[in-house]
């Protein structure tokens, strides 16, 4: 736990643009109460720290599952590959390995992550139970697990137009809670389906098509993106899907995401190398895209005055000599490994 007041001096990526600045900050109470100019030479890197946007932590049982079969066959419910493992994998192990991949997004710098939860009320009770008090934890439910007092609201794993459903997504809505939703994964047939319910998230998109991203952006309706995954899962092989710079282009908000454990780590400094290198999108963006879920949360995002201090510092400052990107020196070139403490506002202080 940190005391009353903590100073940190670094090159900090400052306000909506994330300027790199050497700069220092003073930390009170999980605030940033002051950003001045620093002269001292910059010995560390300082960002926002991250907010995975959609993950499954659940499926650490199945770690490293070779993704060899159609994606219905992996994952589909109710019995996907992935299902079948999860009903015969003991209680304990299904605990002990959310809380694994929890600590291993905490120390790569992620302080926040939406979770899809299998296994109603007793799935969401099982990640209650595994949650770091310092993380943002959101919890969608299903099957009665999006009514567990702990759950944020309802996890779709994909639309079908059924009256149940409907009334489901009403039930959340009602109650006040959130709604995510999968589609256009490995498909376009449950897109229309899943609009209609009036998500506040999007799952995939992998296969939007420019009426879908059109619709997105009309009805403000966020996507959230998880490249690597669906490439592992053979669902993506162009930069074009998802089509992310369109999505960009139209305005829809966009969150990133890292998907199933047991096919993809749930690591956030690869996940934006991935969006950066592959699909071409900016660091800034990819930066954006990977702490927006914090909206979510309730939560204010980014280094600026008055706003939480959840930040990830990185050392290994010296590279930033040579670069004519920080940003991107840091998401790309410098990464996790480089990671040596996180500071939550949750909790004040996290040293690594």
Not at 14 to 29: A, C, H, K, Y
Not at 113 to 124: I, K, W, Y
Not at 297 to 322: D, Q, R, S, V, Y
Request: net charge negative; with cysteine.
């Amino acid at each position: 736990m940190q005391t009353a007041e903590k100073q940190i001096t670094g090159l900090a990526f400052t306000g909506e643009d994330f300027t790199p600045e050497n700069v220092e900050l003073t930390i009170e109470n999980g605030i940033i109460t002051d950003i001045i100019p620093s002269r001292a030479k910059a010995e560390r890197c300082i960002l926002p720290a991250f907010f995975n946007s959609h993950i499954h932590t659940g499926d650490t049982a199945a770690l490293d599952t070779p993704a060899d079969r159609p994606l219905k066959e992996l994952v589909a419910p109710p019995d996907g590959l992935k299902h079948r493992i999860l009903r015969m994998t003991p209680e304990e192990s299904i605990l002990k390995g959310m809380k694994n991949s929890i600590a291993y997004m905490k120390l790569r710098g992620t302080l926040g992550f939406a979770d899809f939860r299998e296994g109603g009320v007793h799935g969401a009770e099982l990640l209650e139970r595994a949650a770091d008090p310092e993380m943002y934890t959101i919890i969608l439910g299903r099957d009665g697990g999006e009514h567990h007092p702990a759950s944020a609201g309802l996890g779709l794993s994909s639309a079908h137009g059924t009256v149940e459903e409907k009334q489901a997504a009403d039930k959340v809505r009602r109650a006040g809670k959130l709604l995510f939703v999968h589609a256009g994964e490995g498909k376009t047939t449950d897109i229309d389906a899943a609009f209609d319910l009036r998500p506040d998230v999007i799952i995939h998109g992998t296969n939007f098509r420019d009426a879908d991203i059109r619709r997105a952006a009309d009805e403000d309706i966020a996507v959230a993106v998880c490249p690597r995954s669906n490439w592992t899962l053979h669902v993506a092989s162009s930069r074009n899907n998802p089509p992310v710079r369109k999505l960009l282009e139209a305005g829809v908000p966009l969150l990133l995401g890292t998907d199933n454990v047991m096919f993809v780590s749930p690591d956030m400094f690869a996940e934006c190398a991935f969006l950066i290198n592959v699909y071409d999108v900016t660091p800034e963006d990819a930066l954006r895209a990977a702490t927006a879920g914090f909206s979510f949360a309730g939560e204010k995002t980014g280094i600026e005055k008055g706003k939480p201090a959840n930040l990830t510092i990185i050392e290994g400052i010296g590279l930033f000599e040579w670069s004519r990107h920080p940003l991107k020196t840091a998401l790309v070139r410098v990464g996790a490994a480089a990671v040596t403490e996180v500071i939550s506002s949750k909790r004040q202080n996290s040293s690594l």
